[in-house]
């Protein structure tokens, strides 16, 4: 599989909620990281035992029902690029959920290794309000 193949395949185990194969396309030691996130909201998760952990209950939280995306390959053989909308439905509340993302993600020997995930905490705060653990790092 291609790292274009790879990102292409994360996002579709995004809309199917299977969080658990998602995390499994990271190597072992692989990283996420939330560049943009604020005050004591989770800045990196490291190692796909704590991506598990880390991920586990996302779809208990977002119900992510489209994502409309566009994938670029970069001059880097190992790193694309992924703008995507992601729309679906807060579960607490049922209200929509709207939210622009932009991935830069690292894929080595099939495996993504670093996932930097841009998206704008505020908005998921104006999105569903205060709700701690969403605002707190997560994103779609």
């Known amino acids: ?20 194969a998602f995390v499994e396309l990271f190597a072992p ?21 704590a991506l598990h952990e880390y991920l586990d209950d996302y ?8 994502l409309d995306r566009i994938v670029h ?9 992924a703008e995507f909308t992601a729309d679906g439905v807060v579960v607490a509340t049922d209200l929509p959920y709207r939210m622009v993302y932009i991935a830069v993600i690292t894929v080595r020997d099939g495996a993504i290794v670093r996932y930097r995930d841009y998206w704008n905490p ?17 994103s779609a």
């Open 122 to 138: 505020a908005a998921v705060v104006d999105i569903v309000g205060a709700d701690a653990q969403l605002a707190g790092g997560r």
């Open 73 to 81: 390959v970069t001059t880097d053989p190992e790193v694309v690029i």
């Open 29 to 49: 030691d692989g990283v996420m990281e939330f560049p943009l996130a604020t005050g004591d909201a989770t800045s990196e998760v490291r190692g796909r035992s």
């Open 1 to 20: 599989m291609t790292p274009t193949d790879t990102v292409e395949h994360a996002l579709d185990l995004l809309i199917a909620h299977d969080m658990r």
């Open 59 to 66: 779809a208990s939280i977002l119900d992510i029902r489209s």
